[in-house]
């Protein structure tokens, strides 16, 4: 992680700019009070749900790179119904909202959990290609059905207010309620102790687990690869919807094209960076959340860095993480192959020596 | 469909499938070397940028090109220590280097020229729009030769099936994974460096828009080997170069038509890919004595 800093550092100087000051923008822009932390927690918010649903599908040894393309699919389809539900009374639509954004996000990320299950198709390819697909059907469907005539920006009208979700502004004394930190985070908090209890405190989670670590053991143990993977990608895809409840409902009151920053792609660095554990994820989001704070200003403030800075530091850290993992691993030529399918990354959670899961905790950050 | 429109659409699919092919056959090493890159969308990016940029700057396009390939095995150099040196798992790190150029390029771009969009316009004629396009086609053939007679494409095979019983024959299983790697990322700059100074004059912030990954999926698509890859990639090629005539030319929206690659590859990787075998030790660091198949 140091490492990682100091690479960036050096990029900083290499063009001109004084890595000391932009850090310390970076970092105090982040962590003023109220505006600094209120939108680190907002920008957080996408990314815990995000880093879950990339975590998740990890844990199920699937690579999920499509949580972009569910959040795009969660989003219009929430909007959809937050517009399309303005007769409805509040204590039906935001429910219904709710539920909307998450079963959009699980129907679009259980498209490549069967195509991989049915077929085989690998994950990588099919979601990014469904990402692909995703962004262009909702700027198709927001330009020609949902448009408000005359709107010059591609977004949908706005949805019913008995749809919306409120800010923590409001509910809290000392907190703007300019800043648009909304009950969504809470939800993003909750999303946290669900996930762990689900796969670690079920049978069904140990079950997903099992089939990450190692798929031919687990099938050969009674476990139906395939349930999994179908259902393992379409939490996935629910979580990643969250992030509809945070945009849509929480903040723009609309869908709006192009509103995520790469939520989806973030999501995966989070997830890398958390370890693919709830607690983990939290901690990185609102790292990558303080960081996506913190480039805004950098971005305008420096001579000449740009708020890209986040992104390589991003880079970076990935990499950085993805080294220190095996550094600690047992190193002997002739050590018995761990079950590693190919083309899946595995993740360990395979009985382990007790050192090696010692090895496996953050360490060095 | 009349002979001059069916010529049209031949070349311009040719030159569609260009960037992808180059990409692809740079996978190709990797892959039969046991290393997966999925860097290559990041790699052609950088590959992209710094063509444009050198060319820009010399106003000589070979130059750029070669600079290009350079800077493409300089980003895989960092793929390959990660995933071979350091036993890193191949997809994270791949996603790590597509991530880091997605920031690193714009960057640059924005502290050169002050514009993180783009980068200022070539001169008329220092383009390249043909050479890249022979290179891709020629390597082909070059490709297979390499892999299927040579001691180097012997050996290379051998370290992406079993690299155990490679290593114990002597052969420097991580030496050759590090040549693969390196031998991608030159190639899938090369790609990109393509799309910014042969098919366009200039780089444009994320102008390879998946390219990477479409070729990965062709690479895939074609069982790793340089004919049927080939092949795969003049049908992306060719879809894409039927979509971008359609916009406009057919009652449905640009939007939808612009999709159709996509959708395509889609349904190759559903159909065809799931049947594909990957070479036995695919994805495997050498830490963990490799071999273990599926």
């Known amino acids: 992680m140091l490492a990682a800093l100091a690479a960036g550092a050096l990029l900083i100087a290499a063009v001109g700019d004084d890595p000391v000051a932009v850090y310390g923008l970076l970092l105090g822009s982040a962590l003023s009070w109220p505006d600094g932390i209120g939108y680190t927690l907002f920008y957080a918010t996408p990314l815990v749900f995000t880093g879950l649903a990339v975590a998740v599908a990890f844990r199920a040894g699937l690579f999920n790179i499509g949580a972009e393309g569910q959040l795009y699919v969660a989003a219009f389809a929430t909007a959809w119904i937050g517009v399309a539900g303005a007769g409805l009374p509040g204590w ?25 299950a049915r077929f085989g198709a690998h994950e990588v390819i099919t979601t990014i290609m469904l990402n692909f697909i995703a962004v262009g059907l909702a700027a198709y469907l927001a330009e020609t059905r949902f448009r408000q005539p005359g709107d010059a920006i591609l977004e949908t009208a706005p949805i019913a207010a008995g749809a919306r979700v409120a800010r923590l502004g409001q509910l809290l004394p000392g907190l703007p309620s300019r800043i648009p930190l909304n009950l969504a985070f809470l939800a993003a908090l909750a999303a946290c102790a669900l996930v762990y209890l689900l796969l670690w405190r079920t049978r069904w989670g140990y079950e997903l687990r099992a089939t990450g670590a190692s798929p031919e053991a687990a099938a050969y143990g009674g476990i139906a690869g395939g349930r999994v993977v179908v259902a393992a990608m379409a939490i996935s895809g629910a979580l990643a919807g969250g992030v509809a409840i945070n945009d ?89 192959a761990t079950p590693a399918t190919p083309e899946t990354p595995e993740t360990p959670e395979t009985p382990e020596t007790p050192e090696i899961i010692a090895a496996q905790e953050p360490s060095g950050r | 469909m009349t002979g001059p429109v069916l010529w049209f659409f031949v070349v311009s699919g040719v ?80 996603a790590a280097i597509n991530i880091f150029f997605a920031g690193l390029l714009p960057l640059l771009s924005g502290a050169l020229f002050s ?22 086609f020629a390597l082909v053939p070059l490709t297979a030769y390499v892999l299927r007679r040579t001691r180097f494409g012997l050996r290379l095979r051998a370290a992406g099936e079993n690299p155990a019983a490679a290593a114990a024959a002597g052969i420097g299983v991580a030496r050759l994974r590090y040549a693969a790697v390196l031998i991608s990322g030159a190639l899938a700059a090369l790609g990109g460096a393509y799309l910014s100074i042969g098919q366009s004059s200039q780089y444009t912030r994320n102008m390879t828009a998946g390219r990477g990954f479409i070729a990965l999926a062709a690479l895939i698509g074609g069982d790793r080997r340089p004919l049927p890859t080939m092949l795969a990639c003049l049908f992306f090629g060719l879809a894409e170069a039927i979509s971008i005539q359609l916009q406009g030319a057919v009652r449905l929206p640009g939007q939808l038509v612009q999709l159709l690659p996509y959708v395509l590859t889609l349904v190759v990787a559903a159909g065809f ?11 495997v660091p050498l830490t963990d004595g490799g071999g273990d198949s599926r």
């Not at chain 1, 996506?292 to 880079?315: A, K, N, P, T, Y």
């Not at chain 2, 890919?273 to 994805?283: D, V, Y």
């Open chain 1, 92 to 116: 039906l639509l935001a429910p219904l909202a709710w539920l909307t954004a998450a079963a959009a996000g699980a129907a679009w990320g259980a498209v490549p959990g069967v195509l991989k």
């Open chain 2, 15 to 94: 030159r569609m499938a260009t960037p992808l092919l180059l990409a692809a056959l740079g996978g190709i090493y990797a892959e039969r070397s046991g290393v997966i890159n999925i860097g290559l969308e990041g790699l052609m990016l950088a590959g992209a940028f710094t063509a444009a940029v050198v060319t820009h700057a010399v106003h000589q396009p070979w130059l750029g090109l070669a600079a290009a390939a350079a800077a493409g095995m300089a980003g895989a150099l960092l793929l390959a220590v990660a995933s071979i040196r350091c036993g890193a798992d191949q997809v994270v790190s791949g």
């Open chain 2, 115 to 136: 514009s993180t969009g783009a980068t200022p316009p070539l001169a008329q004629g220092e383009q390249l729009p043909r050479a890249p396009v022979v290179l891709a």
């Open chain 2, 273 to 283: 890919i799931g049947r594909s075998r990957p070479p036995a030790a695919l994805g």
């Open chain 1, 248 to 336: 849509v409902l929480g903040y723009r009151y609309r869908y709006y094209h192009g509103f995520s920053a790469g939520y989806g792609f973030t999501g995966i660095a989070v997830a890398l960076l958390g370890r693919n554990h709830p607690a983990g994820v939290l901690l990185a989001a609102l790292l990558f959340g303080a960081m996506e704070r913190g480039g805004l200003f950098v971005g305008i403030f420096s001579d000449h860095v740009s708020r890209d800075l986040v992104l390589v530091l991003q880079g970076l850290m990935i990499l950085a993480v993805a080294m220190q993992r095996r550094r600690w691993a047992p190193t002997t030529p002739t050590m018995p």
